[in-house]
């Protein structure tokens, strides 16, 4: 049985990182940000930003599941390439509590740690550095966080979630050992191209986006008795199987295999009770006792007086998605004293308040169509300004708008192509304000 509400309580009360987490990992996220910048050395004369990296900028985080566990964020130094320094150079000089291969890491004792990974343009390619190997190894941040948004949106907004649940299973069980980075590969790369958001049932909910990936993954996997090339989806040239040995592969296809077949059975089983009982198997006994809970787009119910404009696609429109049709947002950072404009999805989709972003809309659509734009804001300060919006508004025809960041909190924008009063196309772009 799908048991969806109860899947929605488990991660929102057990699972995803809390609101009081994130904001003590976004303050101390900056108090390093301005540590590194208002220093008297190279590092500090050659900061350009610290930008959100890995389950960070993914939204993957999960809460620590065993009570020595912590949590970690992963952060990328940008900076200018100094003359004369080697790449083992860089991580020697960023030192600062203990030293990985790539980064420094910054503990935070019983809470979480933060890695600091030095990052630079160079040859007109990003790299970041080893300070093992002395190497400069490319990286396309920006591309990987595309090609997540684009697997996420494709599987209806559930891979993320799915990406999560699987996190915490690893962490629960631990049965088997695979990074988050190959695993967020790994599953992203099982969903199914040709599906449309909102219009396939393969990711219709969250238990059957779960049930349907795992299962694709465990046919993959099933297929490669050795270990495929883990290939990065932003820079083909590059892959992650330094990350995962045969041994840990082996291992890890073969306890997929016997999850895939627990939650083929949960997801079937028609008695509620019982179902609840197989996904405990899974999840733990905790899976099924929590009440259920509001999504956190819909916190304003709690505070009277407060106007909700939000419009859905549906409420006006028929929806037939056509996945020959693309539309995509891009938004774009307006300058700001001492910093350089940027594409926010290669900073996670992260932008400081007071700012200005230009949003714009690419697509491949032959003929006229009408297109609709909604910004939706979230969080307490939009909530306490009354300013959540979300109603559809109509584009004058130039497919761009701008946006101050006004509130902090997790908010997105989303378009819709419309032709002949049905949504042929959408797309979401998420915007986290600090």
Known sequence: MKLTKNFDAFLKNKV???????DSLDARVEAVENFLQRGDDDLASNFIDVIPQGSYAHRTIINPVGSSDEFDADVLLEMNEIDGWEADDYVEELYMVSRHDRCVKVDYANEFHIDVVPYMERHGQNFITNRITNEFELTNPEGFNDWLVERNRLASGHLIKVIRLMKYLRDFKNTFSVKSVTLTILLGNRVNDQAVWGANDEYCDLPTALKNIVGALDDYLQDNEEMPSIDDPSEPTENFNHRLDQDEYTNFRSKLHLYRGWIDDAYGEVDVDESKDKWRKLFGEKFGTYSEVRKSTEAHKDFPGITDT????TDKFSLRLDPRLKVKIGA???????????ELSSKGNVVMRDQKIRFRVSHNILGSFDLYWKVRNTGAE???ANAIRGQLEKDSGSLQRNEPTSYRGHHFVEVYVVVNDTCVAMDHHDVIIK
Do not use: C, P, T
Request: net charge positive; hydrophobic share 35%; aromatic share 8%.
């Open 16 to 22: 995803n990182l809390s609101d009081a987490r994130i």
């Open 310 to 313: 939000e419009q859905h696609v």
């Open 332 to 342: 774009r950072v307006a300058k700001r004293s001492g910093f350089r404009d940027y």
């Open 382 to 384: 939009a909530i306490k």
